[in-house]
């Protein structure tokens, strides 16, 4: 077991079973550590694993570390230097002879390939999150027309977080035709009529894991969130099954062995082919699990292989500007044969 030392959030929880905003996880020869301060110290006592002793770092979480390492005297420690700050990483090193040895996504990686137990837990989310979907929907059906974007928004949030049961992977997405051409809209004052084009892009944070999904719709007596959707509007109706296409066909070669690039190209070609290659504007897909953006990413030059228990999302979308916007996605796991959208 190699000696490392986290101050991410998540990246904490995960080692340790619990987080909070001010803490460090330390692992050195086999000790584990969660640095903290009186705020936390009773709950984390209670939730961090059994192997992990809770320190009340009251001289403060790096003199703690400081002093911990000057006493179990590790000769390398590996951290992730997108995680400290440059005087809280000159603070840790100061008077410790250690090799502090750089490992770049340092909890990412040990992320990136779930567990069965993760697995079905984001299973869970991904189905309480489209179940949250649906919800929206009778929501906007019945009350929708002629809300803003923020109105709409606020209600998203509300039925999302489910009477505060659950925690949002993030603030959800509600776009209206031109907005919905900004991939990461920020809701405005722009009310929704018939025949408008509506996207959502919302997730759930279910047992600390999240879920992620996208759904571009038509917004009319019978408005839903399935992927057979009719548009009033040609145009919006030719690009929307554009983007479905390149959805299937990106799914369709995800397999243990394939690298991650081969999955967005897939994409690619397809909105390619119909001149839309310029208006793709993002990767296809991004890693999901107790972070709503892991490992892998899914984009045109990542070298990285594919392999069992990978969960990622697949979202190609179609930006004009002015006009409007399509995006549709999902969230994979990858198995034996191919992937199953959770």
């Known amino acids: 077991m190699r ?5 991410n959030e998540n990246a904490i929880y995960f080692s340790s079973g619990y987080s909070c905003d001010n803490a460090i996880f330390l692992c050195v020869d086999g000790k584990k550590f969660f640095l903290t301060d009186a705020r936390y110290t009773t709950e984390a006592k209670e939730r961090v694993d059994k192997d992990v002793a809770v320190i009340d770092a009251g001289r403060g979480l790096i003199k703690e570390a400081r002093l911990i390492l000057r006493k179990l005297k590790p000769k390398t420690l590996y951290f992730d230097p997108n995680d400290f700050s440059l005087s809280a990483y000159e603070a840790l090193t100061k008077g410790v002879c250690v090799n502090f040895k750089k490992a770049i996504y340092l909890s990412f990686k040990e992320r990136e390939i779930k567990d069965e ?3 079905e837990i984001l299973r869970k989310a991904s189905q309480i999150g489209a179940k949250c979907f649906d919800e929206f929907a009778k929501f906007v059906r019945e009350n929708g027309e002629g809300m803003s974007e923020k109105e709409l928004h606020f209600n998203a949030e509300l039925i999302f977080k489910q009477k505060n049961e659950l ?3 993030f603030s959800p ?6 907005n919905a051409a900004k991939a990461h809209a920020l809701p405005t004052d722009k009310r929704l009529k018939r025949g408008d084009l509506l996207l959502l892009d919302a997730g759930v944070r ?3 894991y999240c879920s992620d999904r996208t759904r571009t719709s038509c917004f009319d007596e019978n408005f839903n969130f399935l992927k057979e959707q009719k548009f009033q509007d040609k145009k919006q109706q030719e690009v929307y099954e554009i983007v479905l ?7 369709d070669v995800i397999k243990p062995g394939i690298r991650a690039k081969d999955i967005d190209l897939a994409a690619r070609e397809v909105i390619a082919s119909f001149g839309y290659e310029k208006q793709f504007i993002h990767s296809t897909g991004h890693g999901v699990g107790i972070d709503i953006h892991e490992l892998p ?3 045109s030059k990542n070298e990285t292989i594919i392999k069992e228990g990978m969960i990622f ?6 930006y004009l500007p002015g006009e409007f916007g399509v995006r549709i996605e999902d969230v994979v796991v990858v198995g034996k044969n191919g992937a199953e959208i959770l």
């Open 3 to 7: 000696n490392f030392i986290l101050k």
């Open 117 to 119: 137990k993760e697995i």
């Open 167 to 169: 925690g949002l992977s």
């Open 173 to 178: 997405i509600v776009a209206i035709n031109e």
């Open 206 to 208: 279910y047992q600390n």
């Open 245 to 251: 296409k390149a959805q299937k066909a990106a799914i």
């Open 297 to 299: 990413m899914i984009n």
């Open 313 to 318: 999302s697949v979202e190609p979308g179609i």
